[in-house]
């Protein structure tokens, strides 16, 4: 499970000049640079100017930091981060409980539980897009699978529906991105904890500690690593999330489920505000490179 | 552990199981019955298991010209045409992220790693734009172009992880035999890491495949691909949702044949080679 092994030739590494493994690398970061900073830059540049596509197809005029200031006046933006955040901090919370109680079934010997393992992934191979679609169907108040489950067993649901309804639409967005990640988690970290070495753990079962304290204390520091990364990755990808809302509720009802991805979304491709999304563009990158700056600060230091 | 369990601790576990197949595999099963449900049996409730299947939107998505079957092909062309374009960019990184200890290299590999966390949505407007402005929108140029921040950092860590693994002593007899690097690159690398070059290649199909986000704003009316061509049938009356099923089956195939084949592999993929499964 160790990430990467430090594999330096030395004997061919002072025949060679120094600029070949640059020369190897450079290509792919050329083109990734140019991918990114093109539109980036060209986001900067309109994220100062008044420009709607229903106007015009070209900028309307400098109006320095307004865009900016209308992003954070109207509440668009520190409103949907919060929301943002709120479903990033739960959905990565429960995604890896949930996970990590799985793989822990998983790694007992049961009949069928490698056909059952093989299986799980399926949720996570499909396009959040179909995966939306799948949920609006089961979702439909007028005979959806899931309120019929939920009336059957006695759970009294709003009459707008789970996706019409402002307390409850934001968790039911993330309720389908974690039936979609939970699988993730759990065959990851199966495969963490199948690779601790059983020595340490009989070691500590002879001691007499209890399975409780060998997860937590011996077998969870033991997959740190891996379960950092994965943590980091769907912290980052629900916080990303956009287009599960653009299929399941549009933000709505209300803003009660408006993403921050969603709001970027909605200024540029439905009100066509190139200033304002651009404007709200750079301050997601500047966040998302915050949270990403320290995830690698903290958990990374000791890294590779 | 297993040995000393209780009949209660197992069958607790069987429950536990069956009912993962049933929360997890369970609304997927549901979703491809839609497809072929009678539509007087979309929504009724208690739920009907039990029908004479109805082909019809299946007909309609697929068979009729000009639904959904030029977007399957559309699909096809994106993904085989962004694996195809990423490999030479990625492999060439791959090996020498793995072989040389560069200074930084820690940090080019964290900067490949931050393009697969970048917020899609960010760069969709620009995108759009900037694709409009240089009169390549709607091709399929621009899609695969711009899967390329997908597929080469995602390429570059997995396919690092099966280079770390080639040992290094081939390449020290070739090199003092007088071997330079493209040689030992081509002649000496690529077919001792073709296995985890393929397992790479149909991971970054499956990603590029899966993406919605670029060809919602790069692709026109005929160069969409099938996750997204599900959104045609949306906003419309209830009596769409088996089309919507029948595209979304279709793009929910691929991938799944793709991680069944892949097993063995699936972690391994799913972490960047971060993790060997």
Known sequence: MSAVSIAAPPRARRRLPDYTPWLLISPSILLLVALIAFPLLFALKNSF?????????????????????????????????RTTLLMTVVGTTVQFSLGLAIALL??????????TRVLLIMP??????????????????????????????GIPLPAAGLLGSPSTALWAVLFADIWQWTPFFAIVLYA???????????????????????L???????????????????????????????????????????????????????????GVSSAMTWMMVIIVNAIIGLFVFFAFKDWD | MEG????????????????????????????????????????????????????????YTFFDPGNNAPQLLNSLIVAVGAVALNLPFSFPAAYALSRYK????????????????????????????????????GTYFSMILISQTLTIPFSVWLMRSFIDEVPIEIEEAARIDGAGTTTILLKFILPMVMPGLIVTSMFAFVFSWNNAAFPLVLANRSTTTLPVGTLQYFGTAGVTWGFIASAAVAAMIPPMLIFLVLDRYVVRGLTFGSVKG
């Open chain 1, 106 to 115: 998983l790694l007992r010997r049961l009949h069928g539980i490698k056909m």
């Open chain 2, 102 to 137: 560069i200074r930084g290299r820690k940090h080019i590999m964290l900067w490949y790693l931050g393009l697969l966390m970048a917020p899609p949505v960010a760069f969709l407007i620009p995108y759009s734009i900037l694709a409009s402005l240089a009169g390549v929108k």
């Open chain 1, 124 to 153: 996570t191979t499909i396009a959040p897009i179909v995966v939306g679609f799948l949920f609006r169907y089961m979702y439909d108040p007028n005979g959806g699978l899931i309120p019929w489950l939920l009336t059957s067993a």
């Open chain 1, 49 to 81: 100017y008044f420009w709607n596509l229903q106007m015009g197809p070209a900028p309307m005029g400098f109006i320095g930091l307004d865009n900016y200031r209308m992003a954070l006046s109207n509440g668009m933006f520190l409103e949907s981060l």
């Open chain 2, 4 to 59: 000393s369990e209780s009949v209660a601790g197992r069958l607790l576990g069987y429950a536990a199981m069956v009912l993962l197949l049933l929360v997890f595999i369970g609304p997927i099963i549901w979703f491809v019955l839609l497809a072929i449900r009678p539509a007087e049996t979309y929504f009724s409730m208690p739920p009907v298991l039990s029908f004479k299947p109805n082909w019809e939107s299946i007909r």
């Open chain 1, 216 to 274: 937590l204390h011996i077998k969870l520091p033991l997959i740190r690593k891996t379960a950092l990364i994965i943590v980091m990755l769907r912290f980052m990808q629900i916080f990303n999330t956009f287009d599960l809302v653009v299929v399941l509720t549009k933000g709505g009802p209300g803003t009660s489920s408006r993403t921050l991805g969603y709001s970027l979304y909605q200024a540029g491709m439905v009100d066509f505000n190139i």
């Open chain 1, 192 to 214: 963490a904890l199948l690779a601790v070495p059983g020595e340490i753990v009989e070691a500590a079962k002879i001691d007499g500690v209890s399975p409780w304290k060998q």
